[in-house]
């Protein structure tokens, strides 16, 4: 059964800005990271961003400084807020979950699209 629910996707135009939402269908047992990834055609899986129980984040080079990930830890609730958007941002954007610290990711959602074009 899906663990996780993405949401916030959408058609917007290059240099907006979209807010993904990823929250758990389900209870979830100790969970310390919780991170978004995306998939574009044709292409591998990528880690975007990434924060721990205690809010440190991580951040792939290609979005540092225009995405933001926060969370609220008591629902275990992550947020991907995405400004100055690209083209090359557009993916299915997948949200996870790691009982431990980094990986591995045990709790995974459908994916929600984002499509950056004018």
């Known amino acids: 059964q899906v663990q996780l629910v993405e949401s916030g996707g959408g058609l917007v135009q290059p240099g907006g800005s979209l807010r993904l939402s990823c929250a758990p269908s389900g209870r979830i047992f100790s969970i310390n990271t919780m991170g978004w990834f995306r998939q574009a055609p044709g292409k591998e899986r990528e880690l975007v961003a990434t924060?721990?129980?205690?809010?440190?984040?991580l951040y792939a080079d290609s979005v540092k400084g225009r995405f933001t990930i926060s969370r609220v830890n008591p629902e275990n609730t992550v947020y991907l807020q995405m400004n100055s958007l690209k083209p090359e941002d557009t993916a299915v954007y997948y949200c996870?979950?790691?009982?431990?610290?980094?990986?591995?990711?045990?709790?995974w959602g459908q994916g929600t699209q984002v499509t950056v074009s004018s």
């Open positions: 996870a979950a790691s009982q431990n610290l980094g990986g591995p990711y045990d709790y």
């Open positions: 924060i721990t129980h205690d809010g440190n984040t």
